[in-house]
């Protein structure tokens, strides 16, 4: 990680030599005033060498252009144990059969289950303790593109006899020496309860994939004469945490009656050290441009994608962050980051985004557009997984299957069935629908307009997937051919429960997504949400008070005290308000100092000339990767605002504007003092800013509410323009001060 920091606090930018002869107000899309002692004036700058500071017509939506959670704490103490007693079976006989390429349907394929498709060899991804990461996301695209297998739904009696028949009739066929691994659900939910006090609820039971659906598929493989299987999953808990759980919920016994290893996929100081070291983490190279590029992959997961066979067995249900939970959100647990150690731990910041709705909910606020956000964040770096590990086939647990919201509350389908199919985009869209929650209006109505989970909708569209013609076979197919009851709890404040012959639930356009005022702040009318103009509510951001005496430190490691007190308001929206992946976070103090702003940058290009020098005021940042800030220190004169340039290596631009006069004042100086980090590998960036001129600070005073907006050029091609308060026009345009949000200056 490198960082930087540059002093640039200015009053003026001119030589006095320069500054009499040149006229530093210009016109606001780039034309010269048609004044004659303007021209003259500028002609007079340019021979004493000034140089000229117009910017040219055609500039970008900003610089004046024209338009153009922390991890739950462990439930044991972590401690070391002796290697358990089954460990992953070694990959040293298995190397001799075929790799894991690209299906190739042989001309006799199974059209109706894709199962006796054959495969052929591939080149390793495994060299030196590191993984090819990119050559499996081309493996795995490619597959998961021409995956139009059907889904197969299957309805039984009960968890074994489906765990058979959807192995026997969905996973692909492969030589018996194939190594073969499971990976259920076995650690998705929030506690372990006393039945005793809790109505009969152990608080893992109706979470999880059952044991006896995973026997199923274990007996199917040994039918086929299989007899290397492994059966793993990341829990990120303690290794004494994991052994208790896969005794409590009979793994254990069941993995020893069948003869299949059981471990876990994580470096907890015995898996990662012990026999053949299945949770030993690998890195990934290749996969620098993902949202995810701190993934490691466990071993055993790394050998099985190489030269086995890889089957997620997700329990099928509902999930109060993602909506559902089968195969796309079931990859959560075969993530380990490097962003800290243990890596197993780090799962957490695959959702790190949410803990600013988090924060300003348990404050008493409902930001809709932060949770919208940050899931949309989430989504993007859940297909990254799935493109790097993906499985040969998702085999859902559905007996039953579980409306609620996955943890707390719990109401169980009245059918028992399988959902599985070898493309696991495809089987999401079959489990949503048998949940309830596919093309649902009602869900669109809470969600932006996600009719059903984001993380379908961010994987069909990564792949290029039209979900609407999947086709669905087995004895269960019927069951989606009338409405299927939904039951729902979202971890936002709404839930959705309708049974078939009730009135519909409401649906009609997304609810608006700006966030809700806190219960204190009424508007002039007396009504919350609304602007004094009688408007919609508009997006807010709070600005704490620095307290005198005390100091932030800029440079740009954000670790002050005083950061943690601010309120962050979080977006990935585009300029038309559509998600894009590339989160940015922004936090506001103040003082009579001035404006203190810290911005941290996700999936962070860094796209910057380095040439250039960081101490002058850089023309034409806005053509690179950078923040803007724009703020209007008059509420009263809205369409007279300043607007600040900041790239993450601290370069800066800044000038005034009046739209009504149609006039930019280059010479004004936001009197800034900027400092900044980056690290590129984690593409990540903080930029930390004290914003110190007269006209921001004489605008600074308690409970003031001053128009502002935030946004963020990102890329090269395709280019991103960014906005926290979206202005919604058909061309990239920052200049709409009509859609700026407000910050608030908290007493």
């Not at 591939?122 to 695209?141: C, F, Q, T, Y």
């Not at 009338?482 to 356009?509: I, N, T």
């Not at 990102?714 to 009509?738: C, I, M, Q």
Request: net charge positive; hydrophobic share 40%.
């Amino acid at each position: 990680m490198s960082c930087i920091k540059i002093l640039a606090s200015r009053r003026r930018r001119f030589a006095p030599s320069c500054s009499a002869s040149m006229n530093t107000t210009r016109a606001i899309h780039g034309r010269r005033a048609r004044r004659s002692s303007l021209a003259i004036a500028a002609l007079v700058a340019v021979l004493s060498g000034c140089g000229d500071r117009q910017r040219q017509p055609g500039g970008g939506p900003g610089d004046g252009g024209p338009a153009a959670a922390q991890p739950p704490p462990d439930a044991a103490a972590s401690s070391p144990a002796p290697a358990p007693a089954q460990t992953a079976s070694s990959f040293a006989a298995a190397s001799a059969h075929p790799a894991v390429p690209t299906a190739v349907p042989s001309a006799s394929s199974d059209v109706v289950a894709g199962a006796s498709q054959r495969y052929e060899s591939g080149p390793s991804v495994i060299a030196s303790d590191s993984i090819d990461g990119a050559a499996l996301r081309k493996r795995h695209v490619e597959r998961i593109k021409a995956d139009d297998s059907p889904v197969t739904v299957l309805r039984g009696q009960g968890p074994l006899e489906l765990g058979k028949r959807i192995c026997e009739a969905v996973v692909p066929r492969r030589p018996a020496a194939t190594p073969v691994l499971l990976k259920p659900n076995i650690c998705g939910f929030d506690s372990v309860k006393d039945p005793a006090k809790s109505k009969g609820d152990d608080g893992v039971t109706g979470r999880i994939t059952q044991p006896e659906f995973v026997r199923g598929v274990v007996q199917c493989l040994k039918a086929r004469g299989h007899t290397k299987i492994t059966i793993a999953e990341g829990c990120g808990h303690s290794h004494k945490f994991w052994k208790d759980i896969a005794q409590r919920t009979g793994y254990e016994a069941m993995a020893a009656e069948e003869g299949a290893a059981l471990v876990a996929m994580d470096d907890d100081g015995v898996y990662d050290v012990a026999g053949d070291r299945p949770g030993k983490p690998l890195a990934i190279r290749g996969i620098q441009a993902t949202h995810v590029p701190t993934l490691l992959m466990p071993k055993v997961l790394a050998e099985h994608l190489d030269h086995g066979l890889f089957l997620s067995l997700p329990r099928l249900k509902m999930h109060r962050y993602s909506v559902i939970s089968v195969g796309i959100k079931g990859m959560q647990g075969t993530v380990m980051l490097s962003d800290s150690a243990p890596a197993y731990k780090q799962k957490w910041r695959m959702h790190r985004e949410l803990k600013a709705y988090l924060d300003t909910k348990s404050a008493g606020q409902e930001d809709r557009a932060l949770y919208l956000s940050s899931l949309r964040v989430f989504a993007e770096r859940m297909v990254d997984v799935l493109e790097i590990s993906a499985p040969d086939a998702v085999l859902g647990d559905g007996a039953p299957a579980m409306g609620g919201d996955g943890f707390q509350v719990l109401h169980p389908t009245s059918e028992m069935v399988a959902v599985g199919g070898t493309n696991p985009v495809r089987v999401d869209r079959v489990a949503a629908e048998l949940l309830g929650v596919w093309n649902s209006p009602a869900l669109a109505r809470e969600l932006g307009g996600h009719r059903t989970s984001p993380l379908i909708d961010a994987a069909a569209k990564r792949f290029g997937l039209d979900l609407k013609a999947t086709a669905i076979t087995g004895d269960g197919a019927d069951l989606l051919k009338s409405p299927r009851p939904v039951h729902y709890k979202a971890m936002a404040p709404f839930r959705l429960d309708w049974e078939p012959g009730q009135a519909p639930l409401p649906g009609g356009p997304a609810k608006a997504l700006d966030p809700a005022p806190p219960a204190s702040q009424k508007a002039p009318d007396g009504k919350q949400g609304a602007e004094p103009s009688g408007g919609p509510a508009k997006p807010e951001a709070h600005a704490s008070p620095l307290p005198p005496g005390e100091q932030v430190v800029l440079d740009g490691k954000a670790d002050d005290a005083a950061w943690s007190r601010a309120k962050a308001v979080l977006w990935d929206t585009d300029y038309a308000g559509k998600p894009t992946g590339f989160p940015t976070r922004a936090r506001f103090l103040w003082s009579k100092q001035g404006l203190h702003a810290l911005f941290e940058l996700s999936n962070a290009g860094l796209n910057t000339d380095h040439s250039k020098p960081v101490g002058t005021e850089r023309k034409g940042l806005y053509k690179e990767d950078c923040i803007e800030l724009f703020l209007t220190p008059a509420p009263s004169s809205p369409r007279r605002y300043f607007e600040v340039e900041i790239g993450p290596f601290g370069h800066f631009f800044d000038i005034a504007i009046d739209r009504d006069a149609r006039l930019e004042d280059t010479a004004w100086s936001s009197g800034a003092t900027i400092a900044t980090s980056q690290d590129a590998r984690a593409r990540t960036a903080v930029i930390e800013a004290l914003l110190a001129a007269p006209g921001i600070v004489g605008a600074l005073a308690p409970n003031a509410r001053l128009p502002m907006n935030l946004y963020r050029m990102e890329g090269k091609d395709p280019r991103h323009y960014l906005a926290w308060s979206p202005p919604r026009t058909s061309k990239p345009n920052f200049h709409v001060p009509e859609a700026f949000g407000v910050l608030v200056l908290d007493p």
